[in-house]
């Protein structure tokens, strides 16, 4: 099939019209390639059977890619209207898995084959005509016209090996092999496995926005991470290794699974892999359009809870601490292997890229140095779920491409298959899929020492406190300063010689002031009555990444990525202490301190009067309290009898600052006139909060 | 009781010197006035009675306005600290007639009669002291240090008069007389009363800022009134004139009393006026320490209810439209009686400041022209319930003065009886009470055909509304511009030649871009879906005034007052039509506009996009619609179904603007591109919300 051989083009290199003939030739072999594909279907009645239950049926993915063409075409303004509304309507949604539910309330009319085959040639003449009509400028980025084409061809490569999955869970009779004929014939008993070792050094993932090739969001960005020695199986896990496990009874033993995995194995019934078929005590292997004798030297397809659960057997078996590689492993593995960029090859070095195969083939088949199918022939199952780099940004024409799948249930699959092409063959490629999902994936394992530090970085979806992260880290709104750079000044302002100095910041929200204060102080305790919110400062300190979300219009969302080194806070912060507790009932070691700050606490405390009775406790002669608050007590948390001011007492109105005068003149004397700050709150990218607190300050007596 | 003669003093004309000696002589005057008050009390254990079963005893009273004047000097800041902080809080609190549920509540431990007079002596050292210190600049004004004495002063003044309706209601045998013995002995048995004829005129109410004599602040600002002419009756309404009443069973007979007042007479099971006490077929007349034979020509001293029953019967009687005088007409007297002032007078011209007697005397003792007792004797009962001047504002040490009056429950009283001292006995002092009240009050009637326009002006409390109400006609607030005179400004840059043209407001809110647009265009039909919200604006056009309360801080309020004339609004208001209606649902009337705007509309009603898809029918050819928006619907209000944007459609984000030019386009072209207005609304003095709407202004096609 090297008529199809689908490459990504290169986005910098050569002029602007090679490029445009360049890409629309790469349009056109993948749009055959996508068409070809479906022709393994042998009658339309087919078309509207569902592979798998829980999945739409195949005449969806046959619609869904020229829709997803027009539907971002429109999105990006390349394309003044819809071409068939309804089309591009019932095409639009549905290509994951789907609910019970779901199906339950579906209801759809799907249209026939060949209405669906006229919208395809349709759109593609559509494409063809804004490939040779847009403006192209080299290099091509994200704003260029060109990324929404190039997003088109890549997600129809992606949908060219999902569909090619669906198609091998179809009826084999309803098929015929077509430009797929070419599987592999060859196979071997055993071929035993072994631990090569791997040199262990610093792993930089990611790609930087100017890469010459194509990449979906989450490839961009940067992240190092060290890879410790470790040693990795020469070969991906074959059949015949994998079949160990199941003579050991592996599927019934619950020792071997996760929880997940145990739940899925038993949910499923699940006695071997699900292309595996056992008749009479032998095993066949379903192909994409056939069944052939079990090859006991392909590599074992089976999903994440499956290969895990091998691991964990295995481990038992030969005592070693067995696991699938990291994300970062497997780089290391590329690293070592010198594997080459699909665009730098002339032949693939494996069975990648339709290049070789229309299957998967013996895993002694392609050798990279020591090892073997580092890239090609399956994915390759990691420990690691996926997320976005450190500065992850989404893509606008593609909002929900990435961050969906940012919830720690979703692991990486590295490597390609046989059927992966364009970016799905690139090194960056980095999928991910449901820990229970089947796809051409296989994997390979690795001995190591080092537990993997798995690191989730899901969005803060909380409402209030991804408005509070905005608040703390986000961008600045109607020209007024941060709350919490605000308070920064008035430190500097106002602490002398701060670097000696401790402070205690008693409602530090999600810490930006922390973090501002860590480079001025010699020790920061920064205290939050709310694990929700003082939990985003943690993972910041700990990760120094910080990710949420926010609401933009109705219903649509932002998503954020803040960054400790964007904001140049990540030198000091190990000065900070962040603690859970209540502000009210400080444990003894809270003392000592130099500075306090207490900023809108008041307004969330039972009793503020109480507290502001006591605070001194906490403070060294001579040392400072920062008071500062909106005075909007509600009464669902104080009742008005506890409020410092705001309220007629004996017929005349008490004003908060005057009750807090009362309170803090016995042990305090007042260092400065009473001000105020007033910061933005931003709730909405049309709504926003203007509060005011009134700041006042207090130097305790000696 | 001449060394008594309590004049309020002259607040601009003399020397600083000579005014600080007179307010100190005033402040003494009125300090002894009060003591003796309480000499009328014979024992100790009578403090302590309850002279109304729903008031304080007596010796709360004895207490209060001493404590007063240390609350309030402790409120602007002219005294460091309380005296006694436990007296200034239990005297603080209750003046008024109280419900049950308070008195049930009650649990005081009221202080010896001994304890509160060494108070009063130690506060009266204590003022006479700071009116010695004080600065002292003239003339004195809201803003001096002064105007807080003399409001203590006249505080006091109130309570002279108030508390010897109380001593009125203690059994005789617990008093004596002391220096009030100057009871009035005439009297005679008929006096016949007649209407006399007064000539209209216009009469302006209310005094300015830079008046010569103390006012509380609901006596200033300026009110012009048209009183047609009336007859007004000679005398005040004698005991004989009012016992015709009694004697025609007037007291039973329901059809003479409103219904206010039937309730208030069946409930008290009255019979006749609370100060008669009836004896074996005659009657005996309580007056302040003793009894007496019935005063047939005193006046007859009734509550508000009782005078109206009594001008119904009248009017009944006689057939002729009688009434009390309303505040204006009574005002009118003053002029056609040449009444002076009270600094004016050597002697005064009426039973008034304990000049004469300290009782009540016949209505035929004191003339003033054509009439008696146009002050004096006992205050007047008016139609008119009290409520502030447009213009009003509330004083900030006594911020509960007035406001609680202005409900339309409390009628004026005006003119002063025998008791009335210092700013009681002055033209411009205007005090009011529950309907249902007794002090020393009578009433003259008038012959009208005027029904006297009853004004209310009550305060808008209602939160939302209040908000919208400062957001339309308030301040300025974080220096941005209101939004609707920011649609004004897109009005004037968008309308050409609006004088000959027609608009349609469809979310008039309370009123102020209606009322802005009149001055520019033909007409202006302003419609809201709210009655609440609408209400404003129409009694703004009505009255030329809107009251409303909005947040200050904790349970504080602020009161405020807009007048249209201020505002330069009251030329072209008649050009408005504001109605209550649906925008959703206009009836057909609503066509043929010029211009039609719809500011945050979309998202307070539950079908935008049906809205938009037929808002063209209203609309002439040619003619704009200017449509902004926050987009921020609530599902509370519209199902995502309905709205315009902001949601996720077939995968694809689809924002307002685009969902809003899909509708329009067929109907429409756009006029600009659209564009962001960002204005504030204060929720309170330390919480405002900054919104921005998006505008996007549409031609209606030819």
Not at 120 to 140: D, G, M, Y
Not at 518 to 535: G, L, M, N, P, W
Not at 695 to 702: D, G, L, N, P
Request: glycine share 4%; proline share 4%; net charge negative.
């Amino acid at each position: 099939m090297k008529e199809f051989n689908i490459k990504t083009p290169h986005l910098i290199d050569g002029t602007p019209e090679e490029k445009r003939q360049e890409i629309l030739d790469y349009f056109h072999r993948t749009f055959d390639l996508d068409t070809e594909l479906y022709e393994t279907v042998k009658d339309d009645a087919t078309f509207y059977m569902r592979a798998d239950h829980l999945r739409h049926p195949i005449i969806f993915y046959y619609g869904h890619t020229s829709c997803f063409f027009i539907n971002k075409l429109v999105l990006a303004g390349l394309l003044p209207s819809h071409i068939n509304p309804s089309f591009e309507s019932i095409f639009a949604i549905g290509v994951d898995e789907m609910s019970w539910d779901d199906l339950n309330k579906e209801n759809y009319a799907w249209p026939s084959v060949s209405e669906v085959r006229e919208y395809r040639e349709v759109v593609r003449t559509t494409i063809a005509k804004l490939i040779e009509e847009l403006p192209l400028e080299l290099p091509i980025n994200w704003e260029s016209p060109f990324w929404t084409i190039i997003m088109g061809i890549e997600h129809q490569n992606i949908h060219i090996e999902t569909s090619s999955v669906l198609i091998r869970q179809l009826p084999v009779e309803k098929l015929q092999s077509g430009l797929f004929s070419n599987i592999c014939k060859e196979d071997e008993p055993v071929i035993a496995n072994e631990l090569v070792a791997v040199e262990g050094s610093e792993v930089n993932m990611g790609k930087p926005h100017n890469h010459p090739l194509y990449g979906w969001d989450l490839e961009y960005g940067s992240f190092l991470e060290t890879v410790d020695d470790f040693k990795a199986s020469k070969y991906l896990v074959s059949n015949a290794e994998f079949f160990e496990f199941i003579e050991n009874d592996g599927y019934k033993d619950k020792q071997w699974w996760t929880e997940e995995g145990w739940s899925w194995c038993t949910y499923k019934k699940a006695e071997h892999p699900q292309f595996w078929i056992k008749e009479n005590e032998t095993y066949k292997l379903r192909l994409m359009t056939e069944f052939v004798p079990m090859k006991w030297s392909f590599p074992a397809e089976i999903n994440y809870l499956e290969a895990k659960a091998f691991c964990n057997w295995k481990s038992a078996k030969t005592g070693k601490k067995l696991r699938m590689p990291t994300e970062s492993e497997w780089y290391r593995l590329v690293e070592v292997s010198q594997v080459k960029e699909a665009t730098d090859w002339d032949v693939a070095p494996g069975n990648i890229n339709l290049e070789h195969y229309s299957s998967s083939c013996p895993v002694n088949t392609f050798s990279f140095g020591d090892f073997y199918d580092v890239i090609g022939n399956v994915w390759q199952w990691t420990e690691t779920p996926i997320t976005g780099y450190p500065g992850f940004k989404v893509h606008p024409l593609y909002d929900d491409f990435s961050t969906p799948t940012f919830d720690g249930k979703h692991n990486i699959i590295k490597g390609g298959s046989w059927i992966s092409t364009g970016n799905e063959a690139t090194l960056h490629a980095r999928y991910s899929f449901r820990r229970h999902f089947y796809q051409h994936v296989g994997f390979r394992y690795v001995e190591s020492n080092h537990e993997p530090d798995i690191r989730v970085d899901s969005y803060v979806t909380d409402e209030e406190v991804a408005i509070s992260c905005e608040q703390n880290y986000g961008e600045s709104y109607l020209g007024m300063s941060k709350l919490p750079l605000q308070v920064l000044d008035i430190l500097k302002k106002y602490v002398e010689n701060s670097s000696g100095k401790r402070l205690l910041d008693l409602n530090c929200d999600t810490g930006r002031l922390a973090f501002e204060a860590a480079s001025h102080f010699k020790e920061v305790t920064a205290i939050d009555t709310s694990a929700r919110f003082i939990q985003p400062a943690i993972e910041l300190q700990k990760n120094g990444l910080l990710r949420y979300v926010i609401k933009d219009e109705g219903e649509l969302s932002i998503f954020k990525d803040v960054l400790l080194k964007d904001l140049k806070l990540n030198d000091n912060h190990s000065r900070i202490q962040f603690m859970q507790d209540d502000a009210t009932k400080l444990k003894d070691r809270y003392t000592n301190y130099d500075v306090i700050v207490a900023m809108n606490l008041l307004e969330e405390i039972r009793k503020p009067k109480e507290f502001l009775s006591k605070i001194h406790q906490r403070l060294n002669a001579d040392g400072l309290l920062i008071l500062g608050s909106t005075y909007e007590y509600k009464e669902s948390v104080s009742q008005i009898d506890n409020w410092i001011g705001g309220f007629k007492k004996d017929g005349e109105p008490i004003r908060s600052i005057d009750g807090i005068s009362q309170v803090l003149s016995e042990h305090f004397t007042q260092e400065s006139n009473p001000f105020n700050l007033t910061y933005p709150v931003r709730k909405s990218s049309r709504h926003f909060e203007v509060m005011s607190s009134e700041v006042s300050i207090w130097r305790r007596k000696m």
